[in-house]
């Protein structure tokens, strides 16, 4: 039984989640979890001099000085179970997300150049309504109005019939979600958002060309091993058995991982700092694989296309029916904002928890200790607590809150150790890892008690060290 030595969680408040989108995910400040990893037929000292010359920022960064010998981190065949750390030291200063900063795949190039064009021409439309509305003389604005009063039942029909065409529209185009079973609009087709996939995946290796790392080092096999275990537990899901698995580890900070539609694999060396053992790894990594397999990027971009479409005549209302440009310009502003909060945001929310639940079905089905998934959003919420960093209604976010995702997954761990279970997969031994994060949480509640104020030059309380062991 191994055990993590320490937690050291300090730092600033959260970030932006996307780029330029300060709600979608939360900062978490410090140098995140040392993940020692290792490979097959390799000794520890040599995994250790190859990732150190890789990156020196992986492990030069630990508190403490590293044994002669770095402990394994191994996927193990099914039925056997997975090899753990032996230590791990947190100092957390980035934002995590497990989405790529773009939607997974961009929507289709002639809907990027046309929507810009079809605001304007509802402002530019909206707008010589009102001016004409304006310039007629009253008598012939008399006439209008009772010319409407007598049509009105025509006028009714006209824009129900409108109504009608985009529910048949809407209904037309629903489609059953992979695995889940759930009725979702799909506009675009899967095979061209693959397709175009292929374009932001071309975006980012151009991007990260210089910071790629090589198949012989370790963190990239500790990944390509995950990936692969998953896949191959889980082949018998057409969507999985379907897709290539292409694997890319980044040597960035970020604390990051994403899937592309096409199957294309992209993780931060961030994100394997972050994770304090191979079974919340292998959950996260399952959440991402979950969002190419139940199509989510086509999903979210059609429902943006239909709710652009129908805010098209709501744009236009509102430039004809405002008095003055700069109340068109407000009314807009809330239109949209109405949009982002009452049906973006949520749709996203739904989309996150989604993936969640059948991410964590991959990963029984892998034999992961599935209790550790909870655990690993707990201590993003730790680290944000820690650092006195403000708690944002979720409402603001596109994802669920690091608390209500903990709990979500609590809530669905039981039907996933039945999965596990059902695969033949060994015994969970040893204590639940959300009692030993509950009980070094009491642990240090009763430490802090003790504690000095924040100008005591004993220990800065921003600076908890926690031993959180793991088996």
Partial sequence: RNRCQSLDLSGNTRNSFLTGNPDSHRNLIGKGLRCLLDVPHTSGQEVYRNANHSSGRFFSQSSQALGEKVPSLLISPVGQPPCHFAAWNIQINRSFHTSPSLQAAPVPLFWIIVKPAQKLFAIILGRSIRNWWKALPPNKRELFKESARKN????????????????????????????TGRARLLVFGKEHFRELSQMEYDMWM??????????????????????????????????????????????????????????????????????????QLSFILGHEIAHAVLEHAAEKASLVHFLDFLSLIFLTMIWAICPRDSLAVVGQWIQSKLQEFMFDRPYSRTLEAEADKVGLQF????????????????????????????????????????????????????QALKIRESCNCPSLSGPDPRLIFKLNMQHLLESSKGRGPPNSTKQDPSKPKLDFPHT
């Fill in 363 to 414: 990963a029984a089905k892998a034999c992961v200790d599935v209790r550790a998934s909870s655990v690993f959003w707990q201590q993003m919420e730790l680290a944000e607590a820690m650092q006195g960093q403000p708690k944002l209604p979720e409402w603001l976010s596109t994802h669920p809150s690091h608390e209500n995702r903990a709990e979500h997954l609590d809530r669905l761990i039981p």
């Fill in 206 to 279: 151009e991007q990260f060309k210089s910071q790629m790392l090589p198949e012989t080092d370790a963190r990239y096999q500790v990944v390509e091993r995950v990936v692969g275990h998953l896949s191959e537990s889980n082949k018998d899901i057409p969507q999985v058995s379907a897709l290539k698995w292409v694997i890319h580890v980044v040597d960035e900070p970020g604390v990051n991982a994403f899937v592309l539609p096409n199957g294309q694999v992209f993780v931060f060396t961030g994100l394997l700092e972050a994770v304090s053992d191979i079974h």
């Fill in 152 to 179: 009105k039942w025509k006028i009714l029909l006209g824009v129900s019939s409108l109504g009608v065409v985009f529910i048949m529209f809407y209904f037309t185009h629903l489609e059953e979600t992979p695995i």
